[in-house]
């Protein structure tokens, strides 16, 4: 979750939402998103709405960790009051950070309470939580895994040290490895390595050594993302001061395609431009709501929400945020109504990273004439096109981005 938020209308005290958006609730998919704004040091990279204790030190008692859950636990019952009686099992709940493993595994497993006390979840729900490797150990992985935790994202990032310390992340060598294991001995359904490729002084060797490590460890879903250099970092600092090199698109391109090789030899399928999982049933379904424009409530100090073509999002400090829940107010900053244009935009840009595409009748005039350019450039798949979806080739993933701004006209 990017750290910066929009401009938007103000919403009313009590966070109630205009009729129009209630409309087909429970039709659509619903899920819970629960942010946790925590984490033991910052990675010189990372750009997420996150803070340290030592950030938080001046805000006193009302952000600590401490009372997070049962903030976390306000909001969730809030959301059942704004979003009325309606049957509603949520069918996905994602715990993402920061570090939610930073707070004790009975938190974690209380707010998912509430999650079922309000709402119920659904037979099959998938709840995940995102781990970092040194924040875990097997009594607290069984604990979450009694709790209904059935999926764990650990951030493996690179097994290579001097990667590693260019990210600022403090692993011991094979730690994100063996986490794989204990998540496996203690129950989990589902387990995914998050990798960066493309850090300055990193090689296709290195990266070929982290794909061959996650892939060993033996996870059935794997996200690889190239570095993201944010403004602001102390990563982007080093990079503008010239103590580190910054790498060029065709570096990003030639390890994508490494990645591919790697994974698709050992079994992975694409289903989202940086996302592979061993079958359909290993597809992170929290991201596949995100990606087809779903219900989520996000809850917690910057999350955002989108019910019904409404989206809105929360003050973004921890203690702004506590502070609108003990004073008995929505802790939502600001919302919008997304016009239908809006949201056509959205689905291409979101849909066509998805290995099914895009719907070609969802293109403009001007969108459909540059999507027949790029099935003649070998950017779009031709099978799929005939069928009526816009569906990127291998060499279309690699230039997704540009493709995407050229369908969207
Ligand atoms: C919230 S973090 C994961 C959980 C945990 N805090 C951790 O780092 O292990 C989500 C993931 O986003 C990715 N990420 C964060 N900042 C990034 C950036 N600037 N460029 C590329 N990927 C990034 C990392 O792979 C990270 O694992
Ligand atoms: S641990 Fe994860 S969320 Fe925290 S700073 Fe590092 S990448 Fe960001």
Redesign the pocket.
Same mark, same amino acid.
């Given at each position: 979750m990017p750290s910066a938020l929009p401009d938007g209308e103000p919403v009313p005290s009590d966070g109630s939402l205009p009729a129009h958006a209630l409309t087909g609730l429970g039709d659509r998919p619903f899920g819970f998103y629960l942010h946790v704004p925590y !984490?033991a040091t910052r !990675?010189g =990279? !990372?750009? /997420?709405n996150?803070y340290t204790a030592t950030e938080l030190h001046s805000s006193g008692a009302v952000a600590s960790q401490e009372t997070y859950a049962q903030n976390l636990v306000g909001e969730i019952r809030l959301a059942r009051k704004v979003l009325g009686s309606a049957e509603l099992p949520v069918r996905t709940v994602f715990l993402?950070?920061?570090?939610p493993t930073l707070l004790p595994a009975r938190d974690l497993v209380a707010m998912l309470t509430a999650i079922r006390e309000e709402f119920g979840l659904a037979e099959d729900a998938e709840v995940t939580t995102?781990?970092?490797?040194e924040s875990v150990d097997p009594a607290y992985l069984a604990e979450l895994r009694e709790g209904g935790f059935n999926r764990i994202? /650990?951030?493996?990032?690179s097994a290579r040290p001097h990667v590693l310390k260019v990210l600022d992340?403090h692993h011991t060598p094979g730690r994100p490895e063996a986490c794989v294991a204990e998540a496996r001995a203690a129950g989990f359904e589902h387990v995914n390595l998050? +990798?960066?490729y493309g850090t300055p002084g990193e090689s296709d060797e290195d990266w070929r050594a982290s794909l061959a490590a996650a892939i060993g460890a033996g996870p059935d879903h794997v996200?690889a =993302?190239? +570095?993201?250099?944010?403004e602001g970092?102390r990563?982007a600092g080093r990079i503008k001061r010239g103590e580190l090199p910054m790498v060029d698109d065709d570096v990003h391109a030639d390890r994508y395609l490494i990645a591919e090789q790697a994974l698709a030899a050992a079994g992975y399928h694409w289903y989202e431009v940086s996302n592979w999982a061993t079958d359909e049933a290993a597809r992170c379904r929290h991201n596949e709501l995100y990606w087809t424009g779903a219900d989520w409530w996000g809850a917690g100090p910057g999350a955002h929400s989108h019910v019904g073509g409404v989206r809105w999002w929360n003050a973004k400090h921890p203690a702004a945020y506590a502070r609108a829940l003990a004073e008995g107010r929505t802790p939502a900053q600001g919302r919008e109504v997304l016009p239908a244009e809006d949201r056509r935009v959205e689905r291409i840009l979101l849909e066509l990273r998805l290995v099914e595409g895009c719907p070609l009748d969802l293109l403009a005039p001007a969108g459909l004439k540059a999507a027949e350019r790029a099935l003649a450039d070998g950017l779009l798949a031709a099978e799929p096109f005939a069928a009526g979806r816009a569906a990127l080739t291998l060499r279309g993933r690699l230039l997704a981005d540009a493709v995407v701004r050229d369908l969207v006209d």
């Open positions: !984490c !990675c =990279y !990372c750009d /997420f996150t993402g950070g920061g570090t995102e781990a970092n490797p994202s /650990f951030g493996m990032q992340r998050d +990798l960066i996200s =993302y190239s +570095l993201i250099v944010e970092t990563l």
